[in-house]
């Protein structure tokens, strides 16, 4: 065996599923060893989720590789390859480094919720405009469609709307979008460091981060049963 | 025609009845004609501060029931020129009182002075609305912890609520060293949250508890530390510029800076 050989495998949520990027120059068994030491400790909370393979540049698995990992991921992990023939056959390389953001927040598994392919609400006609800021013990609820607040959400506040809600300000209360059950709902915010996320009937407690990084604006919703919060670039 | 200010907070205990009793001297050291009213009825202390208990023979809730005019009911600060004090009663509670009746003494008291300070209890029930019932700007007080904040962003809601849209914050209690060491909110974090213009930044000072304990403010013995701070807030009120000073550890102070200070619309720079 090659001491210099070298096996990098991550493993990262996005919109459309998760994706395994593995960057190596080391044998198809170390890969595969280095596949089940990261997937390993995941239990179940990942059943059905799609994992797409990305390789590095330097690094060329062949077709019968990636398929080979593919149905390892799906037998032992239950990890649903993506669904396109074409994209198991022809592996996409990472040649940039994506902007988009992994999963953050607690993946809620509810049984059986359907997984909508249409990110956002239906209800897109109405909207209810909060134009100042919600502060501790304000509570703004609106089932016909979605908010808008022109402000913060601040800690011990709560916005509720049947489709999806956005935030020109910080989001630090409780947001919950899909209120009655619409889980294609969206939370957007400028800031987003909620006590509590709930879109649809998935409640979520994002994970505790440093403070001050610099606010971006991000998108919340549901894919594949867990919320997952990415960069924000349009509807 | 003065103006009324109610000084609250939604938490107890973080220091409104000192802030009152500090800033409202000051006010008066400065020529202002200046009456503080305690609206903490049922548990009156802001005499006790300004160490007037022994002259209070009326309260607020006599000149209500019609025992005392307005007048008379109001205790001279012999300390200093043109300080009074209106008492709360301590046998009533604050179900006692409607905000109309507190809406008309504090109106009635604005027409003679240039400031009417309002110490409000703690709470966001009757007592908090008493006390803002006549008042169009507030002063929060909070202390840099997490459920200070909370509560004084609650307050800060209700007094919008009210229609009071002019609301400075004071943060009280600032204790350089445990910044320093990460285990206080800054300014800046609490600012954060409540997004208001800051008025003052009060450190902690040892020195509170002394002049309490006296019923001297400590306004009248000292210039620096807290004492300094509420000399600086209460030419704030006055609308002078005065930078608000970053408290460090080893004592000496910076101004804050300028992203900070720019809440207040060109005010400090
Ligand atoms: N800057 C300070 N440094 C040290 N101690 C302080 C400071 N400010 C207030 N204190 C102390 O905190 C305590 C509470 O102060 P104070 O009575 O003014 O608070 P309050 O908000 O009026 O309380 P309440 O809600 O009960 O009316 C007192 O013991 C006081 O001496
Ligand atoms: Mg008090």
């Not at chain 1, 330097?58 to 019968?64: M, T």
């Not at chain 2, 007048?71 to 300080?83: H, I, Q, T, Y």
């Not at chain 2, 954060?192 to 040892?206: A, F, M, Q, R, Y």
């Amino acid at each position: 065996m090659n001491n210099e050989s070298y096996v990098s495998v991550e493993l990262k949520g996005y919109l459309d599923g998760l994706r395994l990027i593995i960057d190596s120059d080391a044998s198809i068994a170390e890969i595969e060893s280095a596949i089940k030491q990261r997937l390993a400790n995941l239990g179940d909370s990942l059943t059905g989720t799609t994992v797409r393979i990305e390789q590095q540049q330097n690094r060329s698995l062949s077709p019968e590789d990636v398929n080979y990992f593919y149905s390892l991921m799906q037998q032992e992990y239950g990890l649903a390859p993506p669904d396109s023939d074409e994209e198991v056959a022809s592996t996409p390389r990472l040649t940039s480094p994506s902007n988009e953001q992994p999963i953050r927040g607690i993946p809620a598994n509810p049984p059986n919720a359907p997984i909508y392919q249409e990110p956002f609400s239906e209800e897109k006609e109405k909207a209810e405009f909060i134009r100042h800021t919600l502060r501790s013990g304000q509570v703004e609820r609106f089932l016909e469609g979605n908010i808008i607040v022109i402000g913060d959400v601040n800690p011990g506040a709560e916005v509720t709307a049947s489709g999806d809600i956005i935030i020109l300000g910080n989001l630090r209360g409780i947001a919950h979008a899909g209120a009655l059950g619409n889980i294609a709902a969206a939370v957007v915010a400028m800031n987003m460091e909620p006590t509590q996320l709930r879109i649809g009937n998935i409640i979520t407690r994002p994970p505790s981060r440093k403070r001050r990084r610099k606010p971006m604006m991000e998108v919340a919703r549901i894919k594949q049963g867990n919320v997952i919060v990415e960069d924000f670039e349009g509807f | 025609m003065g103006r009324v200010i109610v000084i609250t907070s939604g938490k107890g205990g973080v220091g409104k009845s000192t802030c009152v009793a500090n800033i409202g001297t000051a006010l008066a050291l400065s020529n202002k004609k200046v009456t503080v009213v305690d609206a903490d009825i049922g548990l009156r202390n802001l005499d006790v501060i300004m160490g007037l208990e022994s002259r209070v023979v009326y309260t607020s809730m006599d000149v209500i029931d019609g025992s005392s005019t307005l007048e008379r009911a109001l205790v001279k600060d012999r300390r200093v020129e043109n300080l009074k004090l209106l008492a709360a009663s301590q046998r009533n509670n604050k179900n006692d009182v409607e905000p109309e009746q507190m809406r008309d003494m504090c109106l009635k008291l604005k027409e003679e002075n240039d400031y009417v300070l309002v110490d409000s209890p703690a709470g966001i029930e009757q007592g908090f609305r008493n006390a803002a019932s006549a008042a169009e700007e507030a002063l929060v007080v909070t202390t840099p912890e997490v459920s200070a904040v909370r509560d004084a962003d609650r307050i800060i809601g209700l007094l919008q609520s009210e229609e009071i849209h002019k609301i400075d914050l004071i943060i009280n209690r600032i204790n350089p060293k445990l910044v320093a060491k990460g285990d206080m909110l800054d300014s800046e974090d609490v600012l954060d949250i409540l997004s208001i213009d800051l008025i003052g930044v009060v450190p902690e000072d040892p020195n509170i508890v002394g002049s309490t304990n006296r019923g001297q403010p400590l306004i009248f013995d000292s210039k620096t530390g807290a004492a300094g701070a509420y000399w600086r807030i209460s030419e704030r009120i006055e609308g002078k510029e005065v930078p608000i000073p970053e408290f460090k550890v080893d004592g000496a102070f910076t101004r804050f800076w300028g992203k900070l200070i720019g809440r207040r619309d060109g005010e400090i720079n």
